[in-house]
């Protein structure tokens, strides 16, 4: 027998019975909310052209990549935005309206694998295309701490920053390129020492590079945003804290303002961003379980510019942080087993198919056996309810 014979590829798992009903009971649950605010589920491919990702910055190192008999090279999807606006962009490409779609689908990473990362995972999540202003981010938004609700949830929040805040500082430095992708990569990792570096070396106005080694600390309430506005001389940076002054008052509309927190140096791995962007973490956990933000400058990429926000939450770290949190992830039905003595198989099958028919969960003996034996099935399988027929 060769050693991988029994294992399952790096970072990838099985979900084992009970869990893996527990999830997809989640993922139901999250499907009907979006469902319930107006978004419509679609499907893509599970894997696309390498080309549909490549330009955005992504797939990077981190995909699975593959030949088809053509010697095309395709890839595992590593996102679910970028097929959704391949094909707004191409399937739907009459329709004018405001697109509300959902999703759920598995994904694939290279990721160096840890509890809560693994190299496949799914994603539940949803996408608005064609709306721009911040009524649209406020709703995204909204849904986004909805969710986390719906998934059962409690001790969470959402910081949101803005990458107009980001761009405009770099425009008002006057960064190199390459300078600017430096320190979008130091605030990726939240690398201080590394952007304090390299702010020293780009030689930037006083003002402006204090501004640049506070960001990684630029956390607070409604009132930072106040307090940038009088700091910041750039109106650039000054329309991106406005933005997200009116996203936040229009959050209050919907409640969940208590959930939300600024961070000003917030910039996600994906770098398609351009308008304000989220991440949402648990008390506790190291990771965000969920994430999102404006990208409208994606489907201009597949011919059809288009403002477009939204955002998606990774199942498999919300299972494992209800897990921590103490909630049972595991999910037992009430199963009612039938067993039946010798020559009376057909009685037995007949009774279960009529039990299920009025929507009992029945699990039948696979074999005539006595009742002690069924007593003893009993016990092993911890069944809550069990008939004979003898
Ligand atoms: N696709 C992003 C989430 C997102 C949806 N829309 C915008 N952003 C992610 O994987 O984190």
Known sequence: ????????PYGTRDVLPGEASARRQMEDKICSLFALWGYDEVATPTFEYLDTFAGMGQPGAGAFKFFDRKDNILMLRTDMTTPIARMVATRMRKDESVKRLSYRAQLFRYEEAQAGRQCEFTQCGIEMMGAAGAAADAEVIALA??????????????????????NGLIEAATLTEEQ????????????????????????????????FKELLF????????????????????????????????????YGVERYLSF????????????????EGYAAGMGYSL???????????RFGKPCPATGFALGIDRIALTLERQGKQFVEQPETLFIAYGEGKTAEGIRAACALRKDGKRVKLADRAMTETEMQQAVQENHYSTWKYIG
């Open 218 to 253: 630029l956390h607070g309430g409604i009132a930072l945003l106040e307090d940038m506005q009088k700091r910041v001389l750039s109106r650039r940076c000054w329309n991106a804290l406005e933005n997200l002054r009116e996203i936040y008052e229009l959050a209050k509309a």
């Open 145 to 166: 701490v909805s969710t986390l609700m719906e998934a059962g949830l409690k001790d969470f929040n959402i910081t949101l920053g803005h990458m107009e805040f980001i």
């Open 1 to 8: 027998m060769t050693e991988t014979i029994l294992q399952v």
């Open 263 to 278: 961070d000003l140096g917030l910039t996600r791995s994906l770098d398609y961003y351009t308008g304000m962007l989220f």
């Open 290 to 300: 969920i994430g999102g933000g404006r990208y409208d400058n994606m489907m201009q």
């Open 180 to 211: 600017a992708k430096d320190i979008k990569h130091c605030l990726i990792r939240r690398n201080a020492a590394g952007l304090e570096n390299v702010v020293e070396a780009a030689k930037i106005p006083e003002q402006l590079a204090l501004i």
